[in-house]
């Protein structure tokens, strides 16, 4: 199994949907990323899990809603996204926060 | 503004010559700097690091260089091959100064060419 998968791997969704995007670290580390890549922009930070308790970031729309149940799983939820929320969507983990972080594959969302 | 700044979009070099690519920061308050690679549809893949008490690190044909007075820093790949092809992002953290919850603050990245 490799170290970080993100599922699913494409997702096409409208504005109205709730979906959610799944990610699993198989490396027992403790701090787990979401991280957002839109074209021609770097990877932009949205939200920081460290033992399981979320790092706060207020500049993320509440449209975006982080979950991690446990040290080895996080979601993101996803209700009623514009069209300018497509983008390539990664996980990341580290063994602690500030760590090396691992990169899983990311999910391609095109929000019609 | 953006705090980690990678000037090239990309660059071409020929097979087997060095490829360097460059990457500046603005925060000094960064203390780990990662180059990543990243090839189409996939995730950013980890090449290597250095902190900031260290100006070289080095591992196989990978060398990454750290001037903190300058703040900058490069990656020399030495000698490229055709599978070196890939977008290399360069990433900064404040790792040891306990804001690693900040995560990695990313360049745009650097679209490396080796021609045959």
């Known amino acids: 199994e490799t170290g970080v998968t993100q599922t699913p791997r494409h997702l096409v969704m409208g504005m109205t949907n709730k979906k959610s995007l799944k990610c699993e670290q198989h490396l027992g580390h403790n701090a787990m990323y979401w991280y957002k890549q839109s074209a021609k922009k770097p990877l932009e930070l949205m939200f920081v899990y460290s033992l399981e308790e979320r790092v706060e970031n207020n500049s993320v729309p509440s449209r975006f809603s982080p979950e991690c149940p446990n040290s080895s799983h996080l979601f993101l939820h996803l209700h009623t996204l514009q069209p300018e929320d497509s983008a390539l969507y990664l996980c990341a983990s580290s063994s602690n926060a500030g760590d090396t972080q691992y990169f899983g594959p990311g999910t391609r969302l095109t929000v019609l | 503004d953006q705090q980690v700044k990678q000037n090239s979009p990309s660059l071409s070099v020929q097979e087997g010559r060095i490829s360097i690519l460059n990457c500046d920061y603005t925060n000094s308050m960064f203390d780990y700097f990662l180059w990543y690679k990243k090839y189409p549809a996939e995730g950013p893949t980890f090449l290597i690091s250095i902190s900031s008490i260290k100006d070289k690190n080095e591992d196989g044909r990978f060398t990454v260089f750290l001037n903190k007075s300058a703040k900058h820093l490069s990656l020399h790949i030495v000698p490229s091959q055709p599978g070196d092809s890939a977008v290399y992002f360069c990433?900064?953290?404040?790792?040891?100064?306990?804001?690693?919850?900040?995560?990695?603050?990313f360049g745009k990245g650097t679209h490396l060419i080796i021609q045959p």
């Open positions: 990433a900064a953290s404040l790792m040891y100064s306990g804001g690693g919850a900040d995560g990695l603050t």
